[in-house]
């Protein structure tokens, strides 16, 4: 059996969620992933595999066997002619960021960071906004996944291909995904024009806005009217990056925030205040020229909670104003800003949150300003009620509360999916606590 380590103590990103797995596993070779299943068979233990932790939930944690991929992080094929990248389980994201730049090739959508592994990020369905764009895991070509029997099957459009559609939004639950291949385009340069306005307006005219641009996305400052507003496009003008200024950018757009927000905990009337001040302070017009993944990501500041829902574009407004509303009628709930307003083009995979319909993602955040647990409870139950009362779906990498009956509501081939992940995982090796919650 391949030799894990014992004593490896997990963290996600955020620091919210951990585990202690008994045994933590570095594989080199598929045989020894074989292994660990065989073990994990035989000695009922869950087996988790871990990316980078990215997700603010306990999707990725295990006290039983982890497995990390970091060795499995090589480019298998490059096929420029065709634009498809086949890429292993464990690459992150940034690194094939740059190998498909040096290779005139480009990834058509990113999400706020690249620093996920790309299977991690399939796992979960990643998504950047774009309506004319779907989430990452609709590119994707081809799946090699190593089965909890030990099989490897390959799933694509032309093998496996009534199953394809489960693969490709899996939650980490079918299988170990080894490698993936990815329909990329012609490396791309954007341009970005980023301007201030008022939520009200931005959505009385969304149409308008969501056709104006490749990927338009807005941030909406909680306790005001105001929101950013960012429209990308592809370009071919030359390269004009978006000018750093340490002072303002590092000194008062984190650490000072970090600060305030920290006061704040203690004086919650100043959140509201802090949120318009940020605004004020970060909200001039400019306009700018990068690579597209320099556009794409964007500094997602310090640790923080998240929740996210993807809802039929058409309840966009009836949401936000919905939750706005219920903002002012609680002056004592005080949260902070943004409130990541994005968009995906519909798909066609079994559990994929944007799954037979144009998306809009609401993301909430309540940062944790040196490690400070503000209140949250109310500010998450609003958002979930609103979901559900559009018939929203939850990210599958965030945390949230819904049941297999409400999601066999929400997902015609539900059932279809749990169906496929008991027959491929009889001993449910891959079901750890957080994806019980799922499928009971
Ligand atoms: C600051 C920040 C910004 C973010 N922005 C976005 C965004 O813009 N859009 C978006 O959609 N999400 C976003 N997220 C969420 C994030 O993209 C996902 O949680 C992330 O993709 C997970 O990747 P990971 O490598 O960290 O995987 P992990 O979190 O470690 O794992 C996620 C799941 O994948 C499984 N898994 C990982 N590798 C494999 C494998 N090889 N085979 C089978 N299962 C596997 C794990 O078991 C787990 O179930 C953000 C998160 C943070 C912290």
Redesign the pocket.
Known sequence: MQHGTSGKHFK???NTYSCNPSLYFEPETIEEIKEILKSANENKKIV??????????S??CTNDYMIS?SK?DRIIDIDQENLKVKVQ??I?VDRLNGILYDNNMGLSV????S???I??????????TGINYG??NSYVTEIE?ILASGEIKTYSKNSNADQFGAILC????L????SVTIQCEKSFKLEQIEYPGRLEEMLESLDEHLKSSDHFRMFWYPHTDYVMCYNASRTKKPINPKKFNWFKDKLIGFYLLEFLLFIGFYFQFLVPYINWLYFKIFSNRSEYVDRSYNIFNFD?LFK?H?F?SSIPIKDTSKYLLKLKRWLNENPNVRVHFGV?I?FSKSDDIWISPCSNQDSC?L?IIMFRPYGKEYPREEWWNINEKLMIECNGRP?W??THNLKKTELMELYPKFEQFDKLRRELDPNEI?IND??RKVFS
């Open positions: 996600n990103w955020s988790k595999v871990v990316g980078v932790g990215h997700s603010p939930s999707i990725a991929l499995f389980g464990g992150r990113l999400g706020s960071i620093d996920q592994t299977a991690g990020a399939i796992c979960v369905g990643y998504h950047g989430i990452l996944m899996s939650l980490g639950c299988g170990i995904i080894l997602c923080q998240a996210e990541e994005r993602w993301n990210h990498a965030k891959f957080c994806l």
